[in-house]
């Protein structure tokens, strides 16, 4: 399973590890917030040296609640830390987290690689966009919008209703000649703290979409309210989920915390040889 993103491959035969920067000081897990172009860099090497080969970079929070952010607003946050990264590790594939096709198309200068777009393309215009980029999409599944997706979402049967999302925004997409898809179910995006327990324990059924599954569940509420703690007492939690996710499908992970994701992987590919 070969992705192209912007030229460079993504071999996902291997599970791979999606390093998360935060730009945005709105974030759920403060630690994972980067406030200086310093501790940028500093966050983005600590991911490599961890095992990351994707970078994945956004300027506004996404959590429940949280208030959308202009695109001028973004290319104000993310244009400045994507040139210092493209500079400092010129071969790293570099995934931004927006909507807005503005953004990416200002950032092309930096031979961006994926679109990581919470909003499964609402701006049409995104989907153009995409038809004449050679960026690999990440197409996630959300209900509402951030500022009440988490006000009562209720579902007949989830896992059912998500394959029909996903295989209608798969359609669209193709027919715009966008090939190089990864769907992520969107943990929390609307969903009870059962649901995401569901999806998960169900994963496999997503391969009939015949696409690489990104899990995005780093130190999310799911993890640290059912275990009575906090984000930042969640990474155990965090990887014992991973661990789940790899063995029920999952080809890529997004994380915080790059180290602990890169040993489940090693754990996983061991068991894998027998």
Not at 214 to 240: Q, V, W
């Amino acid at each position: 399973m070969i992705i192209n993103c912007n030229s460079k491959l993504l071999d996902l035969s291997t599970p791979k590890i999606m390093g998360i920067i935060n730009l945005s000081t709105d974030s759920f897990y403060a630690e994972g917030s980067s406030h200086s172009l310093k501790d940028t860099l500093t966050k983005v090497e600590k991911h490599i040296m961890d095992g990351a080969e994707i970078i994945d970079i956004g300027a506004a929070s996404s959590r429940p609640g949280s208030i959308p952010k202009s695109a001028k607003d973004e290319l104000k946050i993310l244009k400045p830390a994507i040139k210092e990264i493209r500079q400092n590790f010129p071969e790293i594939l570099l995934s931004i987290d927006s909507y807005h096709p503005e953004v990416f198309e200002d950032l092309m200068e930096f031979e961006i690689n994926i679109v990581n777009d919470i909003s499964a393309f609402e701006n049409e215009g995104l989907l153009q966009w995409l038809s004449t980029s050679n960026c690999a999409y990440v197409l996630m599944h959300k209900k509402g919008s951030t500022q009440n997706m988490q006000n009562n979402p209720s579902y007949t049967n989830i896992k059912l209703e998500l394959i029909s999302f996903f295989k209608t925004k798969l359609r669209a997409l193709k027919s715009y000649g966008v090939q190089d898809i990864i769907i992520d179910p969107g943990y929390g995006f609307g969903k009870t703290l059962d649901n995401n327990y569901e999806i998960l324990q169900g994963l496999e059924v997503f391969k009939i979409l015949d696409c690489p599954i990104l899990t995005g569940i780093s130190r999310k509420s799911m993890i640290y309210k059912l275990l009575d703690c906090d984000s930042k007492e969640a990474l155990n939690g965090t990887s014992a989920l991973h661990m789940i996710a790899l063995t029920k499908g999952s080809k890529l992970l997004r994380v915080h915390d790059a180290l602990q994701a890169s040993q489940c992987i090693k754990l996983y590919s061991k068991l894998q040889e027998f």
